[in-house]
């Protein structure tokens, strides 16, 4: 036989519950409790008083106070009193005398306790005292009721209905009063509880999984929970449950909504569609009320047509409790985001989307840190608008976590009154799916499982998604591109989503009709490419000087790109002035790459100091504020390669080194005693040596390219904009689609175009104007105009030092 187990030091055993220390005496009373019925005692035997000289005017208060001593009811009132008195008082002796405190609670109420506890069940108790209180506050009614007629309490308590139909015109006045007064504000709040939700029937939904491109590899995952949906028995029976919850999260444009329009639209299941904005509202509790009427419509359609889908867009704002942190690659190309729009040359297109995402979150996060101040802070007062921070989101909680608990009002109150218990719910089908681009703002209570069981991220289409994407739209329209120009267009537009690539198209076709025709051309597209990347050009022209200034910027840059970046390709180079850029070189990565390497990042820094080394090198040592944003995105680069990524002299991270207050690696350490040098220098240190010996070599790469940047930069001062595959072209010397380069490989032609720089030179020295007209390429039936470029190379040639020239290139 098995000796019993015994219970572990320290532990109570696991069917006893915790042990509470017993007093030896009472626990003492407040002092409210002590009084309170003496208190009402002493109310109703001076209600007995005044009733006695209402009865009688001429009675005066001291004969009513003795004729209620004679009387019955005052007897019963002064009886009542005593023993009130007699009860504090054992209250009073209990809390002082241990012995009668434990004769009175374990031999007195003890054993009562023991045998009401044996014949009857708690709640059989709990009812019977419910009907004890009832009767005595009935009694008590009925004595006041008595003494204020004149008559005997029992006979007051047959007249009671007599009383109350008197009454009642009386009382319906003040309850219609009430219902004006109180309807007032429940009209309000129905009206405006109304909207943002809108219900589409089987037969209105026309989307399919097929209208559905780029996003295979999600839709197959959503498939899945169709199946559930339309067959919940296939998992049910085998003790699993239905998913009921999806969020779909992704920048915008990448076909969330659009994907759920197809779910509702493959199952024939009702599509609600929940706008949060909706919910946002200027008095707290309509929120609440939008969201306990949208489930109770879901309940009924969900039974109706055996499942429903509902979709929240932009979910972000009714569910934002979360901490604002989205991470995700790149900002649109041609578009500066706030913490580098700086006048002055588009530094930051030249980075890739990587590069360019984690700069502007770091400028962000800097920017955020500012002083506390009382113009930055935000009071919001108690009328204040709020979404998901006023009750509804926590609306929202309840009602997707309580959707099984018994409903209807006979259900849940008329039977359990009638003692039966109340039936369960039926299984509603509803399938909750939600889209938002920021899913860190989410409250993590909601994406728990059992409310959004499946997260998903719809982000931007892979360069097969993009072709497939791109095919779907332009087959709707007439064209002529071919199959190699479309995967060369999807390889030229690599963040581009399903929105982005149809309004692409529809541009397209608007260029077309401009131009007379009905059929799309690959110079139809591109241009539209252009228009929706960088945005319509200002209507403004630059002087010569400073229009061969930004074109020798840009041509820097390209060139440098052309040489170093062998994972990115040009897309792009233009000298047209943007909202907020003199000029610009775009890049994009030709394949689809998840990982990025020093030899890369070194290249996105060759590329940035480009414009301050070619500028140094093509205008005597001189340079423009146009490099700020260059320097700035090539030291911001450099920081994190020197003291996050380990592509520096050091290995250690200088973020987590500085959340742990452990010293920046590479800090200040022990000096070499035979050197006296300290062996480790700070981080800013190394950073401008890394710059230098970096900006040393792009300066080596433009010398050996100098002709090659001259005769871009006369390719975009001559068109203005080039595609990348021009500027490749001009670069190699050979045809390109929309510009010849051949004619870059003319000698004579080259050597005007130094002609032409040098002349620029000088009226850049002077702020004069250029003695020398651009250049015309051969062929175009205008002569190369070296001859008249003889006089003013002499000049240039001999003219005075420059008095931007550096100390080391000054001459003797």
Same mark, same amino acid.
């Given at each position: 036989?098995?000796?019993?187990?015994?219970?572990?030091?320290?532990?109570?055993?696991?069917?006893?519950?915790?042990?509470?220390?017993?007093?030896?005496?009472?626990?003492?009373? =407040?002092?409210?409790?002590?009084?309170?019925?003496?208190?009402?005692?002493?109310?109703?035997?001076?209600?007995?008083?005044?009733?006695?000289?209402?009865?009688?005017?001429?009675?005066?208060?001291?004969?009513?106070?003795? +004729?209620?001593?004679?009387?019955?009811?005052?007897?019963?009132?002064?009886?009542?009193?005593?023993?009130?008195?007699?009860?504090?008082?054992?209250?009073?002796?209990?809390?002082?005398?241990?012995?009668?405190?434990?004769?009175?609670?374990?031999?007195?109420?003890?054993?009562?306790?023991?045998?009401?506890?044996?014949?009857?069940?708690?709640?059989?108790?709990?009812?019977?005292?419910?009907?004890?209180?009832?009767?005595?506050?009935?009694?008590?009614?009925?004595?006041?009721?008595?003494?204020?007629?004149?008559?005997?309490?029992?006979?007051?308590?047959?007249?009671?209905?007599?009383?109350?139909?008197?009454?009642?015109?009386?009382?319906?006045?003040?309850?219609?009063?009430?219902?004006? @007064?109180?309807?007032?504000?429940?009209?309000?709040?129905?009206? !405006?509880?109304?909207?943002?939700?809108?219900?589409?029937?089987?037969?209105?939904?026309?989307?399919?999984?097929?209208?559905?491109?780029?996003?295979?590899?999600?839709?197959?995952?959503?498939?899945?929970?169709?199946?559930?949906?339309?067959?919940?028995?296939?998992?049910?029976?085998?003790?699993?449950?239905?998913?009921?919850?999806?969020?779909?999260?992704?920048?915008?444009?990448?076909?969330?909504?659009?994907?759920?329009?197809?779910?509702?639209?493959?199952?024939?299941?009702?599509?609600?569609?929940?706008?949060?904005?909706?919910?946002?509202?200027?008095?707290?509790?309509?929120?609440?009320?939008?969201?306990?009427?949208?489930?109770?419509?879901?309940?009924?359609? @969900?039974?109706?047509?055996?499942?429903?889908?509902?979709?929240?867009?932009?979910?972000?704002?009714?569910?934002?409790?979360?901490?604002?942190?989205?991470?995700?690659?790149?900002?649109?190309? *041609?578009?500066? =985001?706030?913490?580098? @729009?700086?006048?002055?040359?588009?530094?930051?297109?030249?980075?890739?989307?990587?590069?360019?995402?984690?700069?502007?979150?770091?400028?962000?996060?800097? *920017?955020?840190?500012?002083?506390? $101040?009382?113009?930055?802070?935000?009071?919001?007062?108690?009328?204040?608008?709020?979404?998901?921070?006023?009750?509804?989101?926590?609306?929202?909680? %309840?009602?997707?976590?309580?959707?099984?608990?018994?409903?209807?009002?006979?259900?849940?109150?008329?039977?359990?009154?009638?003692?039966?218990?109340?039936?369960?719910?039926?299984?509603?089908?509803?399938?909750?799916?939600?889209?938002?681009?920021?899913?860190?703002?989410?409250?993590?209570?909601?994406?728990?499982?059992?409310?959004?069981?499946?997260?998903?991220?719809?982000?931007?289409?892979?360069?097969?998604?993009?072709?497939?994407?791109?095919?779907?739209?332009?087959?709707?329209?007439?064209?002529?591109?071919?199959?190699?120009?479309?995967?060369?267009?999807? %390889?030229? #537009?690599?963040?581009?989503?399903?929105?982005?690539?149809?309004?692409?198209?529809?541009?397209?076709?608007?260029?077309?009709?401009?131009?007379?025709?009905?059929?799309?051309?690959?110079?139809?597209?591109?241009?539209?490419?252009?228009?929706?990347?960088?945005?319509?050009?200002?209507?403004?022209?630059?002087?010569?000087?400073?229009?061969?200034?930004?074109?020798?910027?840009?041509?820097?840059?390209?060139?440098?790109?052309?040489? $170093?970046?062998?994972?990115?390709?040009?897309?792009?180079? %233009?000298?047209?002035?943007?909202?907020?850029?003199?000029?610009?070189?775009?890049?994009?990565?030709?394949?689809?790459?998840?990982?990025?390497?020093?030899?890369?990042?070194?290249?996105?820094?060759?590329?940035? !100091?480009?414009?301050?080394?070619?500028?140094?090198?093509?205008?005597?040592?001189?340079?423009?504020?146009?490099?700020?944003?260059?320097?700035?995105?090539?030291?911001?680069?450099?920081?994190?390669?020197?003291?996050?990524?380990?592509?520096?002299?050091?290995?250690?991270?200088?973020? $987590?080194?500085?959340?742990?207050?452990?010293?920046?690696?590479?800090?200040?350490?022990?000096?070499?005693?035979?050197?006296?040098?300290?062996?480790?220098?700070?981080?800013?240190?190394?950073?401008?040596?890394?710059?230098?010996?970096?900006?040393?070599?792009?300066?080596?790469?433009?010398?050996?390219?100098?002709?090659?940047?001259?005769?871009?930069?006369?390719? !975009?001062?001559?068109?203005?904009?080039? #595609?990348?595959?021009?500027?490749?072209?001009?670069?190699?010397?050979?045809?390109?689609?929309?510009?010849?380069?051949?004619?870059?490989?003319? +000698?004579?032609?080259?050597?005007?175009?130094?002609?032409?720089?040098?002349?620029?030179?000088?009226?850049?020295?002077?702020?004069?104007?250029?003695?020398?007209?651009?250049?015309?390429?051969?062929?175009?039936?205008?002569?190369?105009?070296?001859?008249?470029? @003889?006089?003013?190379?002499?000049?240039?040639?001999?003219?005075?030092?420059?008095?931007?020239?550096?100390?080391?290139?000054?001459?003797?």
């Amino acid at each position: 036989m098995t000796a019993p187990t015994q219970p572990v030091e320290g532990l109570r055993p696991p069917d006893e519950g915790p042990r509470e220390a017993e007093r030896p005496t009472r626990k003492p009373l =407040p002092l409210w409790d002590r009084i309170k019925f003496l208190l009402l005692f002493t109310v109703v035997w001076f209600f007995l008083v005044w009733a006695a000289m209402a009865d009688n005017p001429l009675l005066p208060f001291v004969d009513a106070v003795r +004729e209620e001593l004679r009387s019955t009811w005052g007897w019963v009132v002064i009886s009542l009193a005593g023993l009130e008195v007699l009860r504090q008082l054992h209250y009073l002796v209990s809390e002082h005398s241990p012995g009668y405190h434990r004769f009175w609670i374990h031999y007195v109420f003890g054993g009562i306790e023991r045998v009401s506890h044996r014949r009857l069940s708690d709640w059989t108790r709990f009812r019977l005292g419910r009907w004890v209180k009832w009767l005595i506050w009935l009694a008590l009614i009925a004595i006041l009721l008595g003494q204020a007629m004149d008559t005997n309490p029992v006979l007051v308590v047959f007249q009671l209905p007599a009383l109350v139909w008197s009454a009642l015109p009386f009382v319906i006045q003040i309850m219609f009063i009430m219902f004006i @007064a109180v309807g007032q504000f429940a009209a309000i709040f129905w009206f !405006l509880s109304r909207g943002g939700v809108d219900v589409y029937y089987p037969e209105d939904i026309k989307t399919r999984f097929t209208d559905v491109w780029g996003q295979d590899h999600v839709l197959e995952r959503v498939k899945e929970n169709i199946v559930y949906l339309e067959n919940p028995e296939s998992i049910e029976s085998k003790g699993g449950y239905v998913p009921g919850g999806i969020l779909l999260w992704g920048p915008p444009g990448t076909g969330k909504t659009l994907m759920a329009e197809a779910v509702a639209g493959e199952t024939g299941k009702p599509y609600v569609f929940v706008d949060p904005g909706a919910f946002i509202n200027m008095f707290f509790g309509v929120g609440v009320l939008k969201v306990k009427s949208l489930f109770r419509k879901l309940r009924k359609l @969900a039974l109706r047509y055996g499942g429903v889908i509902v979709f929240f867009d932009e979910a972000d704002s009714l569910g934002n409790r979360g901490a604002l942190a989205q991470g995700g690659p790149g900002f649109p190309r *041609g578009m500066r =985001p706030a913490p580098f @729009a700086t006048t002055g040359c588009h530094g930051f297109s030249y980075l890739s989307p990587e590069v360019q995402w984690l700069l502007t979150r770091d400028a962000m996060q800097s *920017g955020a840190e500012q002083p506390d $101040t009382r113009r930055n802070k935000v009071v919001m007062g108690n009328m204040g608008m709020g979404a998901g921070g006023m009750g509804t989101l926590q609306a929202l909680l %309840t009602e997707i976590s309580g959707l099984k608990k018994p409903r209807g009002f006979v259900n849940r109150y008329v039977r359990r009154l009638l003692g039966m218990r109340p039936k369960p719910p039926p299984k509603y089908r509803i399938l909750i799916m939600m889209a938002t681009n920021l899913p860190e703002a989410l409250d993590e209570a909601l994406l728990r499982p059992g409310r959004i069981d499946r997260i998903y991220k719809v982000g931007y289409p892979s360069k097969a998604g993009r072709i497939r994407t791109y095919q779907g739209y332009l087959n709707k329209v007439r064209h002529e591109l071919t199959d190699e120009q479309i995967d060369k267009l999807a %390889t030229i #537009t690599p963040y581009a989503t399903g929105a982005t690539i149809k309004d692409t198209v529809n541009e397209a076709l608007i260029n077309a009709i401009r131009a007379g025709r009905d059929v799309i051309t690959w110079a139809d597209v591109m241009k539209a490419k252009q228009l929706k990347e960088l945005g319509p050009p200002e209507d403004v022209e630059y002087i010569e000087r400073e229009r061969h200034a930004v074109a020798v910027h840009e041509a820097c840059h390209a060139v440098v790109a052309y040489r $170093t970046r062998q994972h990115m390709e040009i897309d792009i180079a %233009t000298i047209e002035k943007g909202s907020d850029y003199l000029g610009m070189v775009a890049s994009i990565p030709p394949e689809d790459q998840f990982t990025r390497w020093r030899s890369e990042y070194e290249a996105d820094i060759y590329v940035s !100091l480009a414009s301050l080394a070619g500028e140094r090198m093509f205008f005597d040592g001189d340079s423009s504020s146009g490099v700020s944003g260059d320097l700035e995105s090539a030291t911001g680069v450099a920081t994190y390669m020197e003291g996050f990524w380990g592509m520096g002299s050091t290995v250690s991270s200088y973020s $987590t080194s500085k959340r742990l207050e452990v010293g920046s690696p590479g800090g200040p350490g022990r000096k070499s005693k035979e050197s006296g040098v300290d062996p480790r220098r700070a981080l800013a240190d190394r950073i401008e040596d890394n710059l230098s010996v970096l900006l040393e070599r792009t300066t080596e790469i433009l010398a050996e390219e100098r002709t090659r940047v001259l005769a871009l930069a006369h390719a !975009l001062e001559t068109h203005k904009t080039l #595609t990348g595959d021009d500027v490749v072209a001009v670069l190699e010397g050979r045809p390109g689609p929309l510009v010849d380069g051949t004619v870059y490989k003319d +000698e004579e032609f080259l050597r005007s175009i130094e002609a032409y720089h040098r002349a620029a030179l000088a009226a850049h020295r002077g702020h004069t104007r250029l003695t020398l007209a651009l250049p015309v390429p051969p062929g175009n039936g205008k002569p190369a105009a070296v001859a008249e470029a @003889a006089q003013p190379v002499e000049t240039v040639e001999s003219a005075a030092p420059s008095p931007w020239a550096r100390p080391a290139d000054s001459p003797a």
